[in-house]
């Protein structure tokens, strides 16, 4: 729970993002891999909501509310973001929050210096991930151990939407705190008390839910 937000607007949030994610067709049913080799019977494209301007800016507005009330803006120096699906939404944080932004490949470069970092990061540098959402979180622990790597510091990860399958704890396993707006069991209840998803789509959504 976000303690620091109020809870209304929280909960006003949290409504919101759920009924864009139908609206726009970000949230759909099927059979489908995940990036983590999983099949799901859901699947939640946050790649598509820069095309709708007044989502995307409601959205990264609620990013910037989250790392400066749940995280602190004194708690990190950098923002990296991990491509492909977080790089609009890490860099147009970092552009609004005024810090320096850097984003990690997922494999060294073959050729120029070979580096898995763009941009600047020196060591000591405290730094705060950013994605849209996060499954396992395998993506997001080898991003922070690349950064690790060139001798920063990774103690947070903010992102909007936690699938809720593993990767609160696995995060914490090697000292990442996960902060999200709504894990997936919240985004399920909204919209199926609002009789936007019925109850097969719903039960769906929740068998893939880790305790």
Same mark, same amino acid.
């Given at each position: 729970m976000i303690n620091? /937000? +109020? $809870?209304k607007s929280l909960d006003e949030a949290k409504v919101q993002i759920s009924t864009i994610l139908t609206r726009i067709g970000a949230l759909r049913f099927g059979t489908f891999t995940l990036s983590s080799g999983v099949l799901s019977p859901y699947y939640v494209d946050l790649r598509i909501i820069p095309s709708y301007p007044e989502a995307f800016q409601k959205i990264t507005d609620l990013y910037v509310e989250l790392a400066k009330k749940k995280i602190g803006l004194n708690k990190f120096d950098r923002i *990296? &973001?991990?491509p492909t699906a977080g790089m609009p939404f890490?860099? #147009? /944080? *970092?552009? @609004?929050?005024?810090?320096p932004f850097l984003y990690v490949r997922k494999e060294a470069k073959t050729h120029g210096r070979e580096r898995r970092i763009e941009g600047i990061l020196? +060591? &000591? !540098?405290? /730094? =705060? =991930? /950013? !994605?849209?959402? #996060?499954?396992?979180? &395998?993506?997001?622990?080898d991003a922070a151990d690349a950064v690790r790597a060139e001798g920063a510091v990774v103690n947070d990860a903010l992102i909007l939407l936690d699938r809720e399958e593993g990767a609160k704890n696995s995060m914490i396993k090697v &000292?990442? %705190?996960? %902060?999200?707006l709504m894990g997936m069991t919240e985004v399920a209840k909204i919209l199926y008390d609002r009789?936007?998803?019925? @109850?097969? $789509?719903?039960?769906?959504?929740m068998k893939t839910v880790k305790g």
């Open positions: 620091l /937000v +109020p $809870q *990296a &973001g991990i890490s860099s #147009v /944080v *970092a552009l @609004k929050l005024s810090k020196m +060591p &000591g !540098d405290r /730094v =705060l =991930l /950013v !994605d849209d959402l #996060v499954t396992s979180g &395998g993506t997001l622990i &000292g990442i %705190n996960l %902060n999200c009789d936007t998803i019925d @109850k097969e $789509q719903f039960k769906s959504i």
